[in-house]
């Protein structure tokens, strides 16, 4: 499909010159003004990021007047641009952020500098650089940048330079006001983006996520890619009437082998997201969404600006490189090599590469997802990251690659998500490729089912009732499983209508 022309637009942010991009597909960044209130991000540039400094006279402390934190922050970065010790690092974060100075601890940063998988030198240098390029900020990002917040559709489109140096100023925590994500605070609605969680508390988890992003640094930082890329937050307003949905079943693969990134080339590649989309990516989480965030570095930058979605948001990102091979999940993870990311661009000079963060439920006991209202809520999430609404034929749309969303820490029941997602992908008119992670037994359930749904033609508005009658009995203490309970609903209903 032919994209429409890049452009300016009430529901399109775009932070480079889109007249310099249409005519020589050059990547200027657009001029624009500071905007320092609750609609925008408060970068650390602007004139209004203020910290009052203090002066020591004798024994006591005196308060001199406030003075711009950015000044501080630049005088800080641009000592660093040679080749600092990862002393020198944590003494330049504490200077412009000196209420959380004995607060913060930096000792996973100083533990990966002491193992180091290059030699010193070379980290050392590669924190120069991150340095130099986090001070290069008002040159590289001269608009504001809007928040995609609950309830709007909004997107931001920026090049991949303006977002390797946000990351640099959020890996030297220099955005200010989001030190905190406590209740009540500014931004407690928003993901935190600063780096400071990542330096303290080492563990293995963290040693290798530095790898993985020192790895990203060290690429941009030698030759930055050229490109673009879109963050769209989506809200579905439309109040879909699932039990009346005459869609029939959709096409399917389903595999135990493979992974979503590598295997769903050229599809919508699902994040199994947590609602502050990236979870526990600057902390100690290292499941499916960490992963994607860490091995895709450029989907960091969204924690900047992408508030807690809701029950009806998502966030689809167009674009975002791969940088790393990696092995293992979780306590195994280990970053493994370099990986050359060769996938086409578009008309927008964005990769084709297509993420959907759509976040499930967190079920405490999983009995809890046997309800209408929580099943509903999990179709109508699905929906909003799967359908399109460009008004092209569905021949068009590219499969959705997923799996078994929202069951691991979430404690969801696969065969149901698997039977979710098919829902609202046939609603989407879009197929599934469906990746179980090597649970043989789930791929073979999944399979057979898609296909006994596919010869009856079952629509998704008669699979729904079945699962509201499912649910019915499961409230009353009848715990039988589920895809037999499916079967035996469905093919009574067969038999009596060949009787009839």
């Known amino acids: 499909m032919s994209l429409r022309p890049l452009c300016y637009s009430h529901s399109q942010t ?41 002066s020591m006279v004798g024994k006591d402390y005196i308060m001199s007047d406030s003075v711009r934190r950015w000044e501080s922050i630049k005088k800080k970065l641009s000592r660093l641009s040679k080749e600092p010790s990862v002393t020198d690092v944590e003494e330049a974060i504490k200077k412009y952020n000196p209420a959380y100075k004995d607060e913060w601890s930096f000792d996973a940063l100083h533990e990966f500098y002491k193992n180091s998988p290059k030699d ?37 489109t920026l090049s991949q330079k303006q977002i390797a140096c946000l990351l640099a100023n959020a890996f030297y925590c220099t955005f200010p006001n989001r030190n905190t994500t406590k209740q009540h605070s500014e931004y407690s609605n928003y993901p935190d983006i600063n780096f400071s969680r990542l330096f303290g508390q080492y563990s293995e988890r963290k040693h ?38 005459n869609d029939t079943i959709s096409k399917l693969h389903v595999q135990s082998d493979g992974t979503i990134e590598t295997e769903g080339e050229g599809m919508l590649q699902v994040d ?11 902390g100690n989480g290292l ?22 979605l809701g029950d009806r948001d998502c966030l ?66 699905a929906y909003c990251g799967f359908y399109e609404d460009c008004g092209t034929h569905p021949d068009y749309y590219t499969p959705i690659a997923t799996g078994n969303w929202g069951c691991g820490a979430f404690h969801g029941d ?23 992670c090597k649970d043989h037994a789930l791929e073979k359930e999944i399979r057979e089912m898609h296909c006994f749904l596919t010869k009856q033609r079952v629509t998704v508005g008669r699979l729904y009732g079945v699962l509201t009658l499912y649910c019915q009995k499961y409230s009353q203490g009848e715990r039988q499983s589920l895809y037999d309970f499916v079967y035996n609903k469905i093919m009574g209903t067969a038999r009596k209508a060949m009787t009839s």
Not at 210 to 238: D, K, S
Not at 417 to 434: E, H, N
């Open 272 to 282: 199994f997201a947590c609602n502050l989309v990236g979870g526990g990516v600057l």
């Open 208 to 245: 290798q996520k530095l790898q993985t992003l020192f790895h990203y640094f060290r690429t941009v930082t030698e030759a930055c890619p050229r490109g673009l890329v879109t963050f769209e937050r989506r809200h579905l307003t439309e109040q879909i009437s699932w039990q009346h949905c």
């Open 14 to 54: 775009v932070l480079i010159d889109v007249n310099a991009f249409k005519a020589k597909k050059e990547l200027k960044p657009q001029e624009g003004r500071d905007h320092w209130h609750g609609a925008f991000v408060k970068m650390p540039c602007s004139e209004h990021s203020m910290y009052t400094k203090k």
């Open 414 to 436: 696969p065969r149901l998500k698997a039977l979710i997602q098919i829902m609202a992908a046939s609603k989407a008119k879009r197929g599934i490729v469906y990746f179980t």
């Open 120 to 156: 010193k030198r070379d980290c050392s240098r590669t924190l120069g650089k991150i340095a130099e390029l986090a001070v290069s900020l008002p040159d590289v990002c001269r608009m504001a940048i809007p928040l995609l917040r609950q309830g709007h559709n909004h997107s931001i």
């Open 316 to 381: 689809r990102i167009t674009g975002a490189q791969r940088y790393s091979c990696y092995t293992g999940y979780s306590d195994s993870y280990r970053w493994t090599a370099p990986y050359i990311d060769n996938t086409e661009r578009d008309e927008w000079m964005r990769l084709r590469t297509e993420i959907v963060a759509i976040d499930a439920l967190k079920f405490q006991n999983p009995s809890e997802q046997f309800n209408m209202g929580s099943v509903t809520r999990e179709l109508n999430k």
């Open 287 to 308: 499941v499916q969404e960490e992963i994607r965030f860490l091995i895709n570095p450029e989907l960091i930058v969204a924690r900047l600006f992408t508030e807690k």
